[in-house]
T-cell receptor
C-alpha cells in the first residue's frame, strides 16, 4: 500500500491569486495523478505527473492554469493559478501502490478543499 | 475506459448484506473490473478488483457475471462505516492510460442503524 498526504487540507483564497497544493507519497512511485472533485460531483482527472518529464494534461485542463511539478519520485505539486470561484473544488492526488502494474490499484490522498471567494 | 452504469443510490440496514450492481456491457476481454469507494470527506479508496472469477477480500466480494457484462459488489454485513459512494470502474490498462481512472457518478449507499 501507499500512504499519501496532502497540504494544505483546506484553504480559502481570493480570486486572482494562486495556490500550490503539495502531495507526498511514502514510497517511490513513477506516476502520480491529480484529480478535481467539484461540489457534489465525481472526480475528474486533471493530469498525470511523471518524474523527469512534463505533466500530461487531460482535455479541458491546461498547464498555464494548473502547472504541475514533479521534482522526485515521492513528491508533486499542483498549482491552481489565477483562481476564480469556479475553481472551488476538492483537489486530490493519487499514486499506484507497489506491485500494481497489472491491476492499476490506486491510492488517494485525503484531498485539499479549496474555496475561492 | 469502458462505460459503466450504476444505480444512483441504494439503502441498507446495518448488519444486512448489500449487493451493489454495475453494468458494463461494452467491456472488453482484457478489462479488469475495479471498485472504489469514497467515504464522506475522504479520498477514494480501493475496494476490490477482478477479471473473470469471483473475488473475495477482507472488505467485500465481487461477483462477475459469466458474460462479464455485469458485476456485483457484495458487502456481507453492512456497517455504518460502509456508507459511502461506490464507484465501479474499468480502467484502461497499459501505455499512456496506465493508472488513469474515469469516475462515473457512482452509487450512494446509505446504511440505516
Amino acid at each position: 500500500s501507499a500512504v499519501i498526504s496532502q497540504k494544505p487540507s483546506r484553504d480559502i483564497c481570493q480570486r486572482g491569486t494562486s495556490l500550490t497544493i503539495q502531495c507526498q507519497v511514502d514510497s517511490q512511485v513513477t506516476m502520480m495523478f491529480w484529480y478535481r472533485q467539484q461540489p457534489g460531483q465525481s472526480l475528474t482527472l486533471i493530469a498525470t505527473a511523471n518524474q523527469g518529464s512534463e505533466a500530461t494534461y487531460e482535455s479541458g485542463f491546461v498547464i498555464d492554469k494548473f502547472p504541475i511539478s514533479r521534482p522526485n519520485l515521492t513528491f508533486s505539486t499542483l498549482t491552481v493559478s489565477n483562481m476564480s470561484p469556479e475553481d472551488s473544488s476538492i483537489y486530490l492526488c493519487s499514486a499506484p501502490g507497489l506491485g500494481s502494474f497489472t491491476y492499476n490499484e490506486q491510492f488517494f490522498g485525503p484531498g485539499t478543499r479549496l474555496t475561492v471567494l | 475506459d469502458a462505460k459503466t452504469t450504476q444505480p444512483n443510490s441504494m439503502e441498507s440496514n446495518e448488519e444486512e448484506p448489500v449487493h451493489l450492481p454495475c453494468n458494463h456491457s461494452t467491456i472488453s476481454g482484457t478489462d479488469y473490473i475495479h471498485w472504489y469507494r469514497q467515504l464522506p470527506s475522504q479520498g477514494p479508496e480501493y475496494v476490490i478488483h477482478g477479471l473473470t472469477s469471483n473475488v473475495n477480500n477482507r472488505m467485500a466480494s465481487l461477483a462477475i457475471a459469466e458474460d462479464r457484462k455485469s458485476s456485483t459488489l457484495i458487502l456481507h454485513r453492512a456497517t455504518l462505516r460502509d456508507a459511502a459512494v461506490y464507484y465501479c470502474i474499468l480502467p484502461l490498462a497499459g501505455g499512456t492510460s496506465y493508472g488513469k481512472l474515469t469516475f462515473g457518478q457512482g452509487t450512494i449507499l446509505t446504511v440505516h442503524p
